[in-house]
């Protein structure tokens, strides 16, 4: 057994230690384990940065009421009398001053994106004070809040970052009316980012809303408990709002990248397939370039097996660098890289590439698999080649 | 003996490893093919916009909207040819996923506008222009949902409520319209903009957006600053730009993710295609002996020459061919599916030819430099080299 051990090792460091003489051949199985692991990654880091984004947003503590058939904050609409009977619901929560809702509109304004210099839909969110403090983890960077009753409004980090002229105290023109910006607000990296946010009751007058609203949102009594409110709303026939968890939501709202990650793995996937091809091609043009080496050492004693593990090892280790390179790659370019996108809403969403630790194992994973194929087939002919034929064929 | 045949035998000599560098190749412009035809899909609407026609939209952002009254005054701005406006509707069939691109518009002065693009028989013309209730359906939208000529069909706006209380409103098939295109949308529907406006709780005189074609697209920057200038400072300031640059600024929107996506994949391609001229380029140095002993059995060199390099062409242009057509047969078979989100899927001639263009570059690039050494080599060298 010992001997078994030695026989492998000496094999491996004897294949490793000639790769720089097959220079180009171990660059190419280096690259192509490289570009498979770098494509995964990138879509990956995308997806999870989207989905961090998105989950991080909706609470299962908030109820968030649309009409019927809507699908999207923008779409809905939603009167005051509405609004009314939404207040008087069971299950809500209540405080010192009423019941905990929050009847938002949402308005699309146009920005000027750093990146292209083009314009893109923001969305300008008015709310009031229960709304605010139903954003849990919301707090103000810089500034102040801005003042009931006055064209003042506060601007998402997210908001700051890709989009240009949203800094403290700038005067932003919309239509007719001048904004001031009098605060900057952070949400923990999720969509809420992405927005403006200022007092309701301007937003319906200075877009013609007269009294309605867009959404309601309602702090729950107990998390995710939505029975006493459906069956109230099944009583009364004004009430036709479809009803949802926050969390619910912005969960389906982030379905559509996801779909962009699935695209990425069947690309990565099919990638990888084309990158075996070549690495597999690689690995049995060296192996055959060595074929009276390897004959020589089985001539020598050596047994099939180690002859059999020098290869793979190598080919694991040329696929591990290569898996390596790749990471390193994907997470300089990558990691924290601010993207925005058009949402479910039709407005941007602001969002950066996430590369976790657990993206670096599915990389790991993958690059380990493309070696042990492209090591496999070639180790296995190579062990088995009679030596006779291997010393003819070198020839 | 035939040179072809000679080919044959050096390609086939390792049918392993021609499969696997056919197969590398085969898979890299798969990808070629889906991706470029994905975004051109995304730019379609850009390339196919017509060069004199404007469009209207309120200043704050597309999505808010304008008064009704505003299109008259623009018909009234010199150099300006026809005007129609529309309004979005927000329409779903039976569920709310069911989405269908529907627009409320005004239905004589759309149809001139789009006269080139909307193709639509004269009798059906007449009887959608006849009645209130109907709609013309676009071939690929009345394909997905099985309509046809004569149909009722309730469709609902995720927006508006009808009068009557619902989101539902009643229409009736009155045409199907086809594209002057292939690469046209069929995919919407257009409903009358009266009976929308008669038949909603609210939105009154509102409309989305206007569209004008102009007489002389040299002066379409003088129009469309003087409609701008026109509504300064009024109840809604409007922007007007060119439909193409209206079409870029909404496909921008999608955000650098398509630029980062394409980005990753087309380095992905390449990377692929120097693995692969790696390996073919060896497989060629592999010869040097061989190509020794045909030059000392009188091969003249540039005919060892022509041979290497159609060898590395047929190598290059079996995979990709082979690959294009089978992201041909992807694409064909995603369109159905694809048609509600992508309506302009389809790879033609322009990606299919660039395709074309990367696998000659690939079989030269491999075969180049092997066949000009093979070309240059010294008998005498090579036999003691080997």
């Known amino acids: 057994m010992r001997s078994l051990f030695s026989q492998v090792s000496a094999v491996t460091v004897m294949n490793i230690r000639s790769l720089p003489r097959r220079l180009w051949m171990s660059l190419a199985m280096v690259l192509a384990s490289a570009v498979v692991v770098a494509i995964l990654l990138a879509f990956l880091a995308m997806a999870k940065g989207f989905e961090a984004t998105m989950s991080g947003a909706g609470s299962d503590a908030v109820a968030l009421m649309m009409r019927e058939g809507s699908q999207a904050e923008l779409n809905s609409v939603i009167s005051r009398d509405q609004v009314n009977l939404v207040e008087e619901a069971p299950g809500i929560a209540r405080d010192a001053e009423g019941p905990l809702v929050s009847p938002e509109l949402y308005v699309i304004v146009d920005g000027i994106k750093k990146s292209t210099g083009s314009k893109a839909n923001i969305p300008l969110r008015g709310l009031d004070k229960r709304g605010m403090a139903m954003r849990g983890n919301m707090q103000l960077l810089e500034g102040r809040m801005f003042t009931p009753g006055t064209n003042e409004m506060i601007v998402g980090s997210g908001i700051l970052r890709e989009f240009d002229g949203f800094q403290l105290g700038n005067e932003i023109r919309f239509g007719k009316n001048m904004w001031t910006v009098v605060g900057v607000f952070s949400t923990g990296g999720n969509v809420f980012e992405s927005e403006l946010w200022a007092d309701a009751k301007m937003i319906q007058s200075h877009y013609n809303r007269g009294s309605s609203y867009q959404t309601i949102r309602a702090q729950l009594e107990n998390p995710g408990d939505l029975e006493p409110l459906t069956a109230y709303f099944d009583t009364e026939s004004q009430l036709n709002l479809e009803l949802k968890t926050e969390a619910d939501y912005f969960a389906e709202q982030g379905k559509q990248l996801q779909y962009m990650a699935i695209f990425g793995r069947v690309i990565s996937f099919i990638m990888a397939l084309g990158a075996l091809a070549g690495a597999l091609n690689t690995m049995y043009t060296s192996v055959a370039d060595r074929a009276k080496e390897i004959a020589t050492l089985r001539t020598l004693g050596f047994s099939n097996f180690s002859a059999f593990c020098g290869t793979i090892a190598e080919a694991l280790v040329l696929a591990i660098a290569g898996g390596l390179l790749g990471s390193l790659a994907a997470f300089l370019f990558f990691d924290g890289m601010n993207a925005s996108t058009l949402g479910g809403s039709f407005t941007q969403v602001v969002f950066s590439f996430e590369m976790s630790p657990d993206l670096f194992v599915q990389g790991a994973v993958l690059a380990l698999l493309i070696g042990f194929v492209s090591g496999f087939f070639p180790a296995w002919r190579a062990a088995r080649m009679p030596v006779i034929v291997a010393f003819r064929n070198a020839a | ?386």
Not at chain 2, 268 to 280: E, K, P, R, S, W
């Open chain 2, 1 to 386: 003996m035939n040179d072809l045949y000679l080919i044959y035998k050096n390609m086939t000599r390792k049918p392993l490893r021609l499969f696997l560098t056919c197969f590398a190749i085969f898979i890299a412009f798969l990808i070629f093919g889906a991706v470029t035809t994905l975004k051109s899909a995304l730019d379609a609407g850009i390339d196919l916009a017509a060069d004199n026609r404007l469009v209207v939209v309120n200043k704050i952002n597309f999505t808010q909207p304008l008064p009704i009254a505003y299109a008259q005054k623009v018909a009234a701005v010199d150099g300006v040819e026809n005007v129609t406006y529309a309004n979005w509707f927000g329409g779903y069939y039976q569920e709310a996923r069911n989405q269908i691109v529907a627009m409320a518009v005004e239905p004589e002065s759309w149809l001139q506008v789009y006269e080139r693009e909307i193709l639509l028989p004269p009798e059906q013309r007449a009887a959608w222009l006849g009645n209130r209730q109907g709609v013309i359906v676009g071939e690929s939208l009345a394909q997905r949902l099985g309509w046809k000529i004569g149909d009722r069909v309730p469709v609902s706006s995720s927006i508006f409520s009808h009068k009557d209380g619902g989101h539902t409103w009643d229409f009736v098939v009155e045409g199907i319209f086809t594209g002057s295109d292939p690469q046209h949308d069929t995919n919407s529907m257009y409903l009358h903009f009266k009976y929308f406006m008669e038949t909603q709780s609210f939105g009154g005189e509102w409309i989305g957006w206007i569209t004008l074609t102009t007489a002389d697209a040299a002066q379409n920057q003088r129009i469309a600053d003087a409609i701008d200038d026109g509504f300064a400072n009024s109840q809604a300031e409007t922007d007007t730009s060119t439909e193409e640059a209206f079409s870029k600024a909404f496909i921008e929107q999608i955000g650098n993710i398509g630029l980062i996506i394409f980005g990753v994949v087309f380095m992905a391609f390449f990377t692929i295609l120097i693995l692969v001229g790696n390996t073919m380029a060896l497989a060629v140095r592999e010869r040097t002996g061989e190509i020794a002993v045909l030059k000392t059995l009188g091969f003249p060199a540039p005919r060892i020459f022509k041979m290497v390099l159609t060898e590395s062409l047929l190598i290059a242009l079996i995979g990709g061919l082979a690959g294009l057509g089978a992201a041909w047969l992807i694409i064909e078979g995603a369109k159905g599916t694809m048609a509600q989100f992508l309506p302009n899927l389809m790879l033609d001639s322009g990606i299919a030819l660039q395709a074309l263009l990367f696998m000659l570059l690939l079989g030269l690039v491999t075969g180049l430099l092997p066949a000009l050494n093979a070309l240059r080599l010294n008998i005498v060298t090579a036999f003691n080299r080997g």
